[in-house]
């Protein structure tokens, strides 16, 4: 389980990189364009917004992995130390079906824009291609924090486990 977990906080920092990259070069062509070329080019915002989408969503990932992501740590961390990590517990619980209904939503949004065939003005893409963004990122969210509780799970076993030997 480490090593899936490994792979896809791995897989979704590479494509944090390239979706920084595309949204980077998109601007920059963008500016060039419009103030020295003025070919009429259109698509080149579209790029830089979906690709900033997918940097948000990922990243949400990884600041909730990191423990760097809006919280209220300063109630959690006055409480005494069994109640803090059934807390933290709680409050990561709440995190995984909060993503895993976003997630479901994000697919059922996916298969609909699939189905009506809608695609976006300056690209020419098909608009579940940003609408899988919300798949892609709530699903590693859900996947990861899953991991991670079972973790915490674990430590919070074990630590009962000194206890009680302790005694």
């Not at 062509?29 to 969503?57: D, H, T």
């Not at 619980?93 to 895993?100: D, L, P, Q």
């Amino acid at each position: 389980m480490k090593k899936s977990l490994q792979f896809l906080q791995a897989l979704e920092k590479w494509i944090i990189v390239i979706a920084f990259a595309i949204m980077v070069l998109a601007c920059f062509i963008q500016v060039v364009n419009r103030n020295i070329f003025r070919i009429p080019v259109s698509g080149f915002e579209e790029a830089a917004k979906y690709s900033m989408v997918y940097m948000v969503l990922l990243g949400t990932e990884l600041g909730l992995r990191d423990g760097t992501q809006i919280s209220i740590q300063g109630v959690v961390d006055k409480l005494p130390g069994k109640t803090r990590k059934v807390f933290q517990i709680i409050a990561r619980m709440i995190t995984i079906v909060f993503a895993a209904v976003m997630t479901k939503s994000g697919w059922a949004m996916v298969l609909k824009q699939a189905k009506i065939g809608q695609t976006s003005p300056g690209l020419g893409i098909p608009m579940s291609v940003p609408y899988s963004a919300l798949v892609l990122g709530f699903g590693l969210i859900t996947i990861v924090q899953t991991g991670y509780l079972i973790k915490q799970f674990a430590d919070f076993g074990r630590q009962a486990e000194k206890t009680e030997e302790g005694k």
